[in-house]
């Protein structure tokens, strides 16, 4: 079983619509939660961390449920300029980030 | 200020060849990281280094790959006998001091013919 499992999509979805996207992980000792954003060939680059108590920035809010280990990320009245690949991203008692496929987004005019 | 840069951008080679990949991190940041990502797959963890030493190289695929971190400082992944398996973007990413927010530099995109 892999890390952490995400469906890759393809999401697409008009501008102005709010879309989840969800991110399991298999640890339950897992302690730290990202969500990045990578544009076609270009690095993953920080979207927000992932709090216990969930967090919103914007119209960006990542919830973390502990208790059927997973993470998500709501983005409401999407832009085009929100078309990309989201990458979920774990800690799991390890030295390193374990990452997610990715799910690829497409705001549709 | 300046943020984790990799050279080369883009690495075409032969198989069987040697090559070495460039990362600097973001001054200060004594954690850095090497990634390598693959067509639709998300980052995949190599080597992961804190100071001038490597703490963790569980991720390496095998023993062609190998990367030093000699000051503390800039980091060189090395990849000998390179097989076309090994085509894919080499990310490399720094944190303050490990375990919380990397950030990533632009990858070096290598092709092995």
């Known amino acids: 079983r892999k890390e952490v499992e995400q469906d890759p999509g393809p999401f697409n979805v008009p501008e102005g619509a709010t879309v989840a996207f969800n991110c399991t992980y298999s640890?339950?000792?897992?302690?730290?939660f990202f969500w990045y954003r990578q544009d076609c060939r270009k690095e993953p680059k920080l979207l927000m961390s992932?709090?216990?108590s969930g967090n919103e920035d914007g119209r960006f809010t990542a919830q973390l449920n502990r208790a059927s280990q997973y993470i998500s990320l709501l983005i409401r009245d999407s832009k085009l300029s929100d078309s990309a690949t989201y990458l979920c991203?774990?800690?799991?008692?390890?030295?390193?980030?374990?990452f997610g496929t990715g799910t690829r987004l497409t705001v549709i005019p | 200020g300046a943020g984790v840069s990799q050279t080369p951008s883009n690495k075409v080679t032969e198989k069987g060849k040697y090559v070495e990949l460039r990362c600097d991190p973001i001054?200060?940041?004594?954690?850095l990281y090497w990634y390598r990502q693959s067509l639709g797959q998300g980052p995949e963890f190599l080597i992961y280094?804190?100071?001038?030493?490597?703490?963790?190289d569980s991720g390496l695929p095998n023993d062609r790959f190998f990367a030093v971190r000699p000051e503390g400082s800039v980091s060189t992944l090395k990849i000998q006998r390179t097989e076309r398996g090994d085509s894919a973007v080499y990310l490399c990413?720094?944190?303050?001091?490990?375990?919380?927010?990397?950030?990533f530099g632009p990858g070096t995109r290598l092709l092995v013919l």
């Open positions: 001054s200060g940041h004594t954690a």
């Open positions: 992932v709090y216990s």
């Open positions: 280094f804190q100071g001038t030493g490597a703490a963790d």
């Open positions: 640890n339950s000792a897992s302690q730290s």
């Open positions: 990413a720094s944190s303050l001091w490990g375990r919380e927010t990397q950030y």
């Open positions: 991203a774990v800690f799991s008692g390890a030295n390193n980030l374990f």
